[in-house]
């Protein structure tokens, strides 16, 4: 016992020693600009130095205390003295919060996109399509892996919600192949944020666009944003090779399966039927698995078939056509929002035509709504700090600074690599953006100025972001796919990054190569 108590002592003794120097010196930095606000002479349309900080500030403290929302109003904060704007609500925040193109992501992520699992939680409708799935192609522990695999880029709307559906549903199937804990987390975080960019009829060209807006003119409105995401889906490497390699994984394909200890994983799972070794810590997942559906409602694959049918319907047949038969190549017709309201509608219909009460199909709504909370707050502050890097002139510094100092073949590979290490430090890949985006795009734009290799910059670091937080031991998407399927949140780290980072280093040798080839 006095064993543990010192242990205990000391960790508490440490937290307090770390939150005393992060006060101090978040303290020293908020002086400095105080002092300094105002006085500060603008040249070129930055403030030298100053114009840094704010990002950069966000970026150290994100790194240190793993926690995005504090780090993004830190950054927020220091910009407005920086800049002579101290009060950030009436100069940052409201404008920031209270234009079209946020309003927009707000109602296809928070409403539409939350309240439409938020109804599946209800009608079951995504567990019944998954069960039966299973039921039809499920042989053996390769084809549990395919069926995740599909899974996987079914549930495509995004990383967190990705992870929780496809889990969820694919375990119970997978569990009677065989198939280890290590392989089913490892194939539902490895379908979650990869899929969700390269199939992008989600909410992601929404945020990213409201991010890249007003940072190169022929960024102007949402539309030209969602439209420049679109056209860069050939060249996201690294989402594009984690997909491949995790469907030869599935397939039992590859050559060799990288790391030892996913190795030893899928011999002990085959030989012994043990899902998790014998000192693994489960994560519990009972709460991600319990039926939520109210009593005497039968679920049915029309409960899953007519939203996702009216989702990827409406998203994805007006772009084809108008992109391919009427040739508009230059304004394709999109619409995603439109297509997650008609979606949520179609579902909410259906529950209540089947019988569910008004109360229980509104509940699932809003239920579904309060589960993704926590990323509007992170969005609104996201796109605030993209108002405060403007204003400092951030994204002309760097440029002045380091612009002509880059090899351009370089660039692509040097934004995905740091990239890749803000998001493993912070866990999260739309912080990453948030905090990247702004500078990354007119750094690139001044380095070569021709879009292909603007497109290639962008790609990169959409991929680079979407490793980090895969492969992040603090990542949502990391906790919630060992939740989902049961397995030791550790061990789940350990067997993933070997595949994962065998994606990356193809990614980053692919973007040099296309460079050196075609710009």
């Known amino acids: 016992m006095t064993g543990f108590s010192s242990y ?16 101090s010196v978040f303290g020293v930095v908020m002086i400095a600009g105080l002092l300094t606000a105002g006085n500060i002479p603008a040249q070129n349309g930055h403030y030298g130095f100053w114009s840094v900080l704010p990002p950069l500030v966000a970026i150290i403290l994100a790194f240190w205390t793993r926690e995005v929302i504090s780090s993004l109003f830190a950054g927020i904060l220091l910009g407005g003295i920086i800049s002579g ?53 499920v042989r053996g522990p390769r084809s549990a892996k395919f069926f995740t695999w599909i ?11 990705s992870t929780v559906l496809t889990g969820a549903t694919v375990r119970p199937v997978a569990d009677k192949k065989r198939v280890s804990h290590e392989e089913l987390a490892y194939m539902v975080d490895s379908t979650a ?8 009829f989600n909410v992601w060209p929404f945020y990213v666009s409201g ?30 090779f984690a997909l491949i390699i995790t469907l030869l994984f599935a397939l039992e394909l590859l050559p060799f399966v990288p790391g030892k200890k996913m190795r030893a ?17 489960p994560m519990a997942a009972k709460e991600l698995t319990r039926s939520r559906v109210p009593k005497g409602y039968n679920p049915g694959l029309i409960d899953f078939f007519g939203p996702i049918g009216a989702l990827l319907g409406v998203a994805i047949l007006p772009y084809v056509v108008t992109y391919f038969v009427l040739g508009r190549k230059d304004d394709p017709l999109l619409l995603i929002a439109e297509a997650f309201v008609i979606a949520v509608l179609v579902g909410m219909g259906i529950a209540i035509l089947k019988g569910m009460s008004l109360k229980d199909a509104v509940g699932g709504f809003v239920d579904g709504c309060k ?149």
């Open 8 to 23: 205990f002592s000391k960790l508490y003794h440490d937290e307090k020693r770390l939150r005393r120097v992060y006060i």
């Open 85 to 137: 704007k101290p009060n950030i609500i009436a100069e940052f925040l409201i404008p920031s919060i209270g234009t079209e193109s946020f309003a927009m992501i707000l109602l296809v992520y928070l409403w539409a996109l939350g309240g439409l699992i938020g109804i599946w939680t209800r009608t079951g409708g995504a567990e019944a399509f998954a069960m039966r799935a299973g039921q039809w192609m």
């Open 151 to 161: 899974m996987g880029l079914i549930f495509h709307q995004g990383g967190t919600i």
């Open 193 to 200: 944020s990869p899929a969700a960019t390269i199939i992008p």
């Open 211 to 240: 991010l890249i807006i007003g940072t190169l003119p022929m960024f102007a409105t949402t539309q030209d944003g969602v439209r420049f995401f679109f056209s860069a889906l050939p060249f996201n490497f690294y989402a594009i």
């Open 265 to 281: 994983a899928i011999r002990r799972a085959r030989e012994s039927g043990e899902l998790n070794h014998e000192n693994a810590t």
């Open 371 to 519: 589960g993704v909370t926590i990323g509007a707050i992170i969005l609104a502050l996201a796109v605030s700090l993209k108002e405060v890097a403007e204003a400092v002139g951030t994204a002309d510094y760097v440029v002045a600074m380091i612009g002509d100092l880059i090899l351009p073949f370089l660039l692509p590979g040097t934004l995905m690599v740091l990239c890749m290490i803000i998001a493993f430090s912070t866990g999260t890949s739309w912080g990453t953006y948030a905090v990247v985006f702004p500078v990354a795009i007119p750094l690139a734009w001044a380095v070569v100025p021709d879009p292909f290799f603007l497109t290639l910059c962008f790609s990169a670091v959409v991929g680079g972001s979407v490793f980090g937080d895969q492969c992040s031991p603090i990542s949502d998407t990391t906790i919630l796919s060992s939740l989902a399927t049961g397995c030791d949140l550790m061990d789940h780290v350990y067997t993933q990054f070997p595949l994962a980072i065998s994606a990356g280093i193809l990614a980053i040798i692919s973007y040099a190569i296309t460079v050196l080839l075609f710009v």
